[in-house]
C-alpha cells in the first residue's frame, strides 16, 4: 500500500504530538514548541481542519503539516498560506515524506485562491532548511531578536 496523504482524524492527534515531541527532542532551543504545536493545532481543528493533513502508510500516521490560509500577506499584499507546522517521524525522514506533505499543502493553498505559500524556520533548522531550499523557497524576510 503506498503512502497517503489525507486529513486528519481524531485518532492521528496524539500520533503527530508524539511526532513533533521526537522533533523538539533534537533541538533544546525550542523547550516551549510543543505548547505552541498544540496550540496551533486545536486553532486549526477548530477554524480550518481541511489544512490539516496526514502522511499515512498502512493506517498509520507518517507525518503531518499544518497549513492555515492567512489572507493578504503583510509585505506582499498577496494571499498567502502559512505552513505552520510540518513533521515526519524519524524513520521516515528522508523517504520523501516531508516533500510529499508540502505538495499537498501547496496544492490546499491553491485551492483556496493562495498565491504565495510561506514557513517559518528556527534558526538551528540546519539541514531542516536544505528541504525548503530545494523545493522553492526562498528567504524573504528576516526576524531578527536579542535577550532583554
Request: aromatic share 8%.
Amino acid at each position: 500500500m503506498p503512502l497517503v496523504v489525507r486529513r486528519v482524524k481524531v485518532m492521528d492527534i496524539p500520533v503527530l504530538e508524539s511526532l513533533e515531541q521526537e522533533t523538539v527532542k533534537r533541538f533544546p532551543s525550542r523547550a516551549h514548541w510543543i505548547e505552541t504545536y498544540r496550540q496551533l493545532m486545536e486553532k486549526a481543528l477548530s477554524e480550518e481542519p481541511e489544512g490539516l493533513l496526514v502522511a499515512d502508510y498502512e493506517g498509520r500516521a507518517v507525518g503531518g503539516a499544518i497549513a492555515r490560509v492567512r489572507g493578504a500577506h503583510p509585505f506582499t499584499g498577496a494571499t498567502h498560506g502559512r505552513l505552520e507546522a510540518l513533521t515526519v517521524a524519524p524513520a521516515w525522514r528522508g523517504q520523501g515524506v516531508a516533500e510529499r506533505l508540502l505538495k499537498e499543502a501547496e496544492a490546499y493553498f491553491k485551492s483556496r485562491g493562495c498565491k504565495v505559500m510561506t514557513h517559518a524556520l528556527p534558526a538551528d533548522a540546519g539541514a531542516d532548511g536544505d528541504l525548503f531550499k530545494a523545493t522553492g523557497f526562498n528567504v524573504a524576510a528576516w526576524e531578527l531578536e536579542r535577550p532583554l
